[in-house]
């Protein structure tokens, strides 16, 4: 048996020295111990029950969310531009858990699901600042559903772009949570619509005759 030594660096084991192996059939067995194995703990509780996804994807097909549909007329509602797929963890999940999360998924927020108190919430980069940082609280012993925002600030596919907009500005939020009923089925942010104005203007005339 050759051992090699290797580094964890919190997703992956890095070799630190040359993997030299012979021919024929090898298999590689990898202990984990102390930090390790509390780190590959972490990841295995990230990926597993606290972890839900939603997607649309059965309803509607799946859009690039860097590409807006190339057609001459610009997207006026919520559902032709937010994004269909949202993570969703569990209440009772760490604040820190869910940070790493974010940080592994590129995102900005995770939803809340109901739990106990029956409202679904979000939690943002934001509230992890004003309810961790600024309060000096430990984010490892803070559970996800006491940070979580409620109500969540809500529309539906058909609500125009112009609509969502006063949500935001009169809510003073930056995303708006798209439901079907009760369902969250996306999410759209304020750099959302500002890309739709950037690629495609703003039309006065066509929202006034899309009846807002």
């Known amino acids: 048996m050759h051992i090699l030594r290797g580094q964890f660096d919190g997703t ?13 059939t090898h298999v ?84 809340v699901e109901p739990g106990a108190i029956g409202d679904w919430g979000i939690m943002t980069i934001r509230d992890v600042l004003d309810r961790i940082v600024r309060t000096n609280r430990d984010s490892q012993f803070v559970a996800v559903g006491e940070l979580a925002s409620r109500p969540l600030v809500t529309a539906s596919c058909d609500t125009t772009l112009q609509a969502c907009s006063e949500l935001m500005i009169d809510h003073r939020i930056r995303r708006v949570v798209v439901l079907d009923g009760t369902q969250p089925v996306g999410i759209i ?6 890309r739709v104005i950037e690629q495609y203007g703003w039309d006065p005339n066509v929202s006034s005759a899309d009846g807002t």
């Not at 937010?82 to 927020?109: C, F, K, N, W, Y």
């Open 28 to 111: 590689l067995v990898l202990v984990l111990d102390g930090e390790l194995e509390r780190a590959a703990a972490r990841v295995a509780r990230q990926r597993g029950d606290n972890i839900t996804r939603y997607a649309l994807g059965q309803v509607r097909a799946p859009q690039d969310r860097d590409v807006l549909p190339t057609t001459q007329v610009p997207p006026m509602t919520v559902g032709e531009i937010m994004t269909e797929q949202i993570v969703a963890v569990h209440p009772r999940m760490s604040v820190v858990d869910a940070m790493h999360l974010m940080s592994q998924e590129g995102i900005t927020s995770v939803l």
């Open 12 to 24: 992956k084991v890095v070799p630190l020295e040359a993997i030299d192996v012979p021919d024929g």
């Open 189 to 194: 942010s304020e750099t959302d619509i500002f």
